[in-house]
């Protein structure tokens, strides 16, 4: 199906799925490509850098970064990739997830006239989402997620391809994630309101991502078609 530039935001709880069902929509949508600010930072910590080990001071606190340095990540990030062009096709997952974010998103993006079109809220109940984290394990280097429940790994505790520990991020810890969601969901309305004044705004509900994502890739295809 061709399909309209798709300049998309999924906004969702941590755990809520988003990297799980953007995957799942890259490959259904040829044209769409993808950018996770929680990579980005991932990358930024395990190298080190400045803005990662700023980054790592926040999470362990259960904090989230200034809108001011998470925006200037962002479009560092766009700007290399060649994405800030009115043609181009994108999901960001991750962000933005505070008003500052959101205001300075469009700053950025206003003067390529290349703006969000379209933002989708995934639904999914607070309970399902801390079942999911304290069943979630990840390989550190790779970045390879499994779930204890639905994606076990083939040896317990050990990383299918290399054979290393698995482990938990400090930003899954519970005491850690807790504040994460609080903080998620206290600015997740305001959020709302403002792309809901910009008509762009849309939710798709459910426990797994076999339930969302036939919604949220119906809701793409019409929205964008030609």
Same mark, same amino acid.
């Given at each position: 199906? +061709? ?12 755990? +809520? ?20 600010? *929680? ?42 990739? *060649?994405?800030?062009?009115?043609? +181009? ?115 798709? +509900? ?21």
């Amino acid at each position: 199906m +061709s399909l309209r530039p798709i300049r998309i935001v999924l906004l969702g709880a941590p755990g +809520s799925g988003k990297g799980t069902l953007t995957t799942r929509l890259l490959k259904n949508v040829s044209q769409l490509n993808s950018l996770s600010t *929680g990579d980005i930072l991932r990358r930024e910590m395990q190298q080190n850098s400045e803005i990662g080990i700023t980054a790592k001071n926040y999470i362990k606190s259960g904090q989230l970064l200034p809108d001011h340095l998470m925006a200037q990540l962002l479009n560092n990030e766009l700007s290399k990739l *060649g994405w800030l062009s009115n043609e +181009s096709s994108w999901l960001l997952d991750g962000f933005p997830r505070t008003i500052g974010q959101a205001l300075e998103l469009d700053k950025n993006l206003d003067p390529f006239n290349c703006n969000v079109n379209s933002v989708v809220e995934l639904d999914v109940p607070p309970e399902v989402i801390l079942e999911r984290i304290e069943n979630r394990w990840v390989h550190i280097p790779s970045g390879r997620v499994y779930n204890l429940q639905y994606n076990p790994p083939k040896v317990p505790g050990k990383d299918d391809i290399t054979g290393e520990p698995l482990s938990k991020r400090d930003d899954d810890k519970p005491e850690i994630f807790k504040l994460r969601l609080d903080s998620y969901f206290k600015e997740l309305e305001p959020l709302k309101e403002y792309y809901s004044k910009k008509n762009i705004l849309r939710t798709v +509900s459910g426990e797994t991502s076999d339930i969302v994502f036939p919604k949220l890739l119906d809701l793409v295809q019409q929205e964008f078609k030609k």
